[in-house]
């Protein structure tokens, strides 16, 4: 069996990663020889499959469309009835659940709604299989049932735990349903599925590598062993396991009947064809919508972990993480996105494998570009993706920890959002231009539940940030999150019986969108009394810290998500409620302090970053931040009277309103309605135009200065760091770095 | 396919069209009529007379002046040839400290400057914020875009582009 080491797609575009055109011809008899001939004919033709005409389509459109609304039927009721049987409410509140069909070879055929981000890594899972000989050994039989969490193989992340079953007909392989569920507690060194704090693969928790864990439509009885004594909550992954296998056996069934009405012929044929017209769809709309040529962006991330409990020495270390992103659009729409001159994967949770990077693609392609038609793995064929070895975007160990890959992925692929918006506004299409999605922490526990039993749980509400503008108008408030198009926070009742913790309040954080003239969505916070438990062990990830991950576009500014958490210790709560005196429900609108520092006794904490502390207990406080989008469009150009809604409404705090929107805003304290003075607005801003003349200075003027800070080296070590890393990794970084501050030839960092 | 009327696509890029409208654009197939309906729309308001090639960003665009294309600003304002980033020949304003920064993202939502400055890329010419990143200390100025002009207009408009007559025009 092959061993899990450096992947294939790295630097090399992946149409052409493992046939080479010209190799000798194999009549294909086995899964593996059908795979390569899939892939030799892509590579030397171009085309899905070699298929060059869609002849069902042309011939028989009635019959071909109805076939692919019905398989796109099936997948989604399949997933709607398994939602029902899960206990997690990541699954059933949240819709954290994907089920697709495949291709004998693993190709995606048709997916439902929901994490539609692992439809492809699904696929990678399936190919590992065939490629790894599993026809031969485990063997590939009706009733059989595989399990794969490991994303080296194929998944995002150690909580995406995939289930897939092969589907017979007539003795032969017709194809794969597959279905995947976020896991709310893997057990991992932290509680959750996250788990933040594990820096290599061995803490990760329970890992499934592309495991045959049933037969016979049923789970192996020692596979649920194993999870019932390796999981903090094993309750939430069983039966999210039998969801899977339920949603797997139905579309299987569904399947079936379908193929005995229209013959097995024409099914295989059509699912080709379909998958080559979803291809041929996504260069159509590249070029329908585009403008072609080299974009460029970039975003930061801020890793702090140095001294913070559990940590281990090896792992001891702050980090910022430059993530910069090519993407060329060439002439037949087929777009490359280049990561090169990015950091290298570290002793930490947030490396991504390329199986990672695949699905954040995929779902990047499914929301802007192939969000109609035929939304199957033809889209992911028209790209290309360059992930240098031995970045975080493609580990060249695979011991490498991933448990907390979105932390990079999201801000990632928020780039790639952006620059297709350029490609968008450019050509017109300035309804689609999107400032990008943005990394939205989340809460993971575990300890003592309310119900005096050990318990684990991933706080899924963070599946509903603020997400980046669009070009006509503001971004959606609390509504959006990248990898899940039907963004949803849960009900706090249905949370409140998962977790120890009652809600003091969720409320939208003033100021956490970007400013602009459409201005980013805003993001909420909420506050937690910890609540009938002696331990409560809380880890939070995916939070950036000292920098903003996201950023603006056309003179909008990034939202600010460097947040901090703030918890209470030993507070006064209940003595307050007993006496009636005010509670906090929020941190309150003033950024300088707090309602828990102003309403609340007891021991204080501030913590930047991640929150990784002691256990908390009952009568304990705990604030936690999501994050908002971008901004849009210079802010003083936004509709006065948007403003006044925004301050009415807590989205944005009076004091900001006037310093980056400059508006004239009153208060009328008798009504408590702000009115706006559009005269001295007016003026105000005119004012602001010539005071910004003023202040700012020529741009080589500025270079000039910086230039001498460069070769000064006046920079932190955690920025000296990162640039001596990408150089490391990137000559091609290190070149256009000199060449841009003219420096010495020789110089390092 | 679908085509809406100039003054539709008037509105919907100015934000005015009610988002039932825009949804239901949004939703239904691309009107392929719009790149020239949309320039046309920014060219009569222009208080110049030269040729939108193509729209980079909000308040900027690429220009045919003479022979030479160049990067110009509503305002008229022009930056140069476009093969060059535009940043370079702009005005800026840097918050690399906790005071600038602090004026927009105050107490708990400032980055940190020694990790992170937010620079400000103004018009000289109407001191419009043009584009902002938010970068580490020393990080080269961003080249966002650089179209391919010539196979824009061949190969995906059908349409010929004004020659380009010589480099310096």
Known sequence: MAQPTTPKTQGVPKQTQRVPPGSPVVQPSTLQERLQQNERQFAEKGCYAGITDLTLREDDPIKYESLHTKLRSMVVSAREMARRISASPGVREVGEMVVALYTPEGDAISLSTGIMVHVHTTSRFIKWMIQNGYEKDPGIRPGDIFANNDAFIGTVQVPDVMDVVPIFHDGQLAGWAGAVCHELEVGGITPGGDVYLAAERFTEGLFVCAEKVGANDELRRDYIIRCERNLRMPIYWILDEKAKVAACLEVREKLKELIDEVGIEFYTRACKEFIEEGRRAQLNRMRQIAVPGRYRGHTFYGHLVKGKPGVLAIANENRLYAIPLEMEIDKDGVISLDFEGTGSWGYHSMNCTPAGMDGGLFVTLTQHLNYDGKVNDGAWLATRMNLPPGTWTNPDRHTVATATSWALLLPAFGIFQRLLSRAFLSRGFKEEVFVGQVNSPMVEMGGISQYGKLFGCALFECAAAGSGALGIKDGLDTAYVGWNPESDMGNVEIWELAIPMLYLGRTITPDSGGAGKYRGGAAFTSMWLVHNTPELILATSEHSARVFDNAGLCGGYPAPTAQRHYAVRDSNVRELGAQRECLPHSLGPDPHSTHLERLVGGRHEEVEGPYIAAPLKSGDLFAHAYNGGGGYGDPIEREPQLIVRDVENGYVTPELAGALHVVALELDRQTDRWTVDREATKQRREQFRRDRLRKAVPVSRWIERQRQRILDRDLVDEVKNMYGDCMQLSSRFKDEFRSFWSLPSDFEL | ?169
């Open chain 2, 1 to 169: 396919m679908s085509s809406y009327p100039t003054s539709v696509i008037r509105d919907l890029i100015d934000g005015n069209l009610p988002w039932h409208e825009v949804k239901s654009i949004m939703s239904d197939f691309k009107d392929d009529d719009r790149f020239f309906k949309y320039i046309e729309i920014l060219q009569e308001r222009m208080p110049w007379t030269e040729q939108i090639l193509l729209p980079i960003g909000e308040h900027l665009s690429i220009v045919q002046k003479g022979s030479r294309r160049i990067v110009k600003c509503d305002c008229g304002h022009e930056f140069g040839d476009y093969r060059q980033n535009w940043k370079l020949q702009a005005l800026i304003s840097v918050r690399d400290d906790e005071q600038t920064i602090g004026e927009i993202y105050p107490g708990r939502l400032a980055c940190d400057p020694s990790w992170m400055e937010i620079r400000e890329f103004i018009c000289p010419g109407c001191a419009t914020l043009l584009e902002v990143e938010a970068a580490p200390p020393g990080y080269p100025i961003v080249f966002d875009f650089l179209p391919d002009l010539e196979t824009f207009y061949r190969d995906w408009l059908g349409r010929p582009l004004p020659d380009e007559i010589s480099e310096e025009g």
